[in-house]
């Protein structure tokens, strides 16, 4: 079975400018969950998406947005990009969601450089 | 709130040597707690799980062990091998919760010289 995976892998961009980050889940999988990783933060939960709706939000600024789509590929945008959003994006997918005690699978990431 | 406490790295330790790594936990419901490996470059990946009080999670030669008493979920390995140098992350999900993400540990950096 294919692991989760995520396009691209590397991104630069500059402040300002708007960027969108793609994760395809395990086959099967409903839900799926982003977060972003930097030294200084650790690992932080964005949001998840459960049957293309957001079922969950961490505590990030509107800038950050996602959406499902009804093959559970899941999309997330940041908007007016900032130098603190450099970070590694993860997304993670598990059958229906953490909060019942399930493994979560993560994908290779992709990391954003603004400049 | 919940919330993931681990011991601070990084850890260098010599091939063959014995491995800790602390990890407590403070949560309202009932956790699943798990341990996950970032190798450099990559994406994580899960090393071991225990959902319930008393649970052993294994894998690899590793092992973690649920101790609701101590809140305390606390990575082992009797002998590190160099391919086990990583950053290591404990973590829980709050099942029936109304968070449904995994909260993490900051991360332990291990380093094993042969």
């Known amino acids: 079975k294919a692991g989760v995976t995520q396009t691209p892998r590397y991104l630069i961009k500059t402040r300002g400018q708007q960027v969108t980050l793609s994760c395809s889940p395990i086959?099967?999988?409903?839900?799926v969950s982003w977060y972003q990783q930097t030294p200084g933060q650790g690992l932080q939960f964005l949001f998840e998406?459960?049957?293309?709706?957001?079922?969950n939000k961490g505590n990030f600024p509107g800038r950050f947005s996602g959406r499902q789509f009804s093959n559970s590929r899941s999309e997330m945008n940041v908007s007016t990009l900032e130098l603190g959003d450099s970070a590694l994006y993860l997304c993670?997918?598990?059958?229906?969601?953490?909060?019942?005690?399930?493994?979560?699978?993560f994908g290779p990431g992709t990391r954003l450089l603004v400049l | 709130g919940n919330s993931v406490t681990q011991m601070e790295g990084p850890v260098t330790l010599s091939e063959e040597a014995f491995l800790t790594i602390n990890c407590t936990y403070t949560?309202?419901?009932?956790?699943?707690l798990f341990w996950y490996v970032q190798y450099p470059g990559e994406g994580l990946q899960l090393l071991l799980k225990a959902t319930k009080a008393d649970d052993k999670g294994s894998n690899k030669g590793f092992e973690a062990t649920y101790r609701k008493e101590t809140t305390s979920f606390h990575l082992e390995k009797g002998s590190v091998q160099v391919s086990d140098s990583a950053v290591y992350f404990c973590?829980?999900?709050?099942?029936?919760?109304?968070?449904?993400?995994?909260?993490f540990g900051k991360g332990t950096k291990l380093s094993v010289k042969p």
């Open positions: 086959s099967g999988h409903r839900s």
């Open positions: 993670a997918s598990s059958l229906r969601g953490a909060d019942l005690g399930e493994t979560q699978y």
């Open positions: 973590a829980l999900s709050d099942r029936g919760g109304s968070q449904g993400n995994l909260i």
């Open positions: 998406y459960f049957s293309e709706t957001q079922r």
């Open positions: 949560a309202t419901g009932y956790p699943s």
